[in-house]
């Protein structure tokens, strides 16, 4: 069955460097989407992303972040300076339809800022 | 936007009782109520989902009930099993607009053998 994939399964970084984070979705999805997860915590809404631009986004999604789907395949979300607020698991999701129950979930990038 | 309240936060039951969890939510716009499970470090898993037009839903030991004047909606597990432990999110959407899952704040749920 196929599967959304992340990657890395980790990551490390300095406060103020930038980190990306890459999503492989689904082929035939269409609709892609980033939440967060801070460790012990509720998960939350990013962005959501269909037809090469950004759809919706939360007020988590500053001018710090961005996104962007650079070939057919790859779904990567852009920290530009990371903040220690900015540790927690990142899940990408990709969905074939806007129907929300389609919305499939990778196994998450840890990142931790130090 | 959607608020969606989640309680208890955690919940430990003896092995072989029920567990209840409950959710609110706040926009009476949204019309679809996945429930997850996530094991420490996993993703969230979908276990199972309501549609607004349904009071409830059954899937062998799970089931899950909706009150759309109240807002109410919650997940019953039955005849729980050690491999049922885990953090359970209740979640708010709107079935097709793409639009964002809101997530409750999770109960972990411990089964006590």
């Known amino acids: 069955e196929p599967e959304v994939t992340q990657t890395p399964s980790h990551q490390v970084t300095q406060m103020g460097q930038e980190v990306i984070l890459r999503c492989v979705p689904i082929?035939?999805?269409?609709?892609f989407y980033w939440y967060r997860q801070i460790l012990g915590q509720k998960v939350e809404f990013l962005v959501s992303?269909?037809?090469?631009?950004?759809?919706?986004k939360s007020e988590i999604f500053d001018d710090q972040f961005s996104v962007e789907r650079p070939d057919g395949s790859n779904f990567t979300l852009k920290i530009r300076s990371t903040k220690l607020e900015d540790s927690a698991m990142y899940f990408c999701?990709?969905?074939?339809?806007?129907?929300?129950?389609?919305?499939?979930f990778g196994p998450g990038t840890r990142l931790t800022v130090t | 936007g959607e608020n969606v309240e989640q309680h208890p936060s955690t919940l430990s039951v003896q092995e072989g009782d029920s567990a209840v969890i409950k959710c609110t939510y706040s926009?009476?716009?949204?019309?679809?109520f996945p429930w997850y499970k996530q094991e420490l470090g996993k993703r969230p898993q979908l276990i199972i989902d309501?549609?607004?037009?349904?009071g409830e839903k059954k899937d062998q030991r799970i089931a899950v009930t909706l009150n759309k004047t109240a807002k109410h909606f919650s997940l019953h597990i039955t005849e729980t099993q050690p491999e049922d432990s885990a953090v359970y999110f209740c979640?708010?959407?709107?079935?097709?607009?793409?639009?964002?899952?809101?997530f409750g704040s999770g109960t972990r749920l411990s089964i006590r053998p």
């Open positions: 999701a990709s969905g074939v339809d806007r129907a929300a129950y389609e919305q499939y």
């Open positions: 309501i549609r607004s037009n349904v």
């Open positions: 082929s035939n999805h269409l609709y």
């Open positions: 926009d009476s716009a949204s019309n679809y």
């Open positions: 992303f269909y037809n090469n631009e950004i759809s919706e």
């Open positions: 979640a708010a959407t709107q079935y097709s607009s793409a639009s964002k899952i809101i």
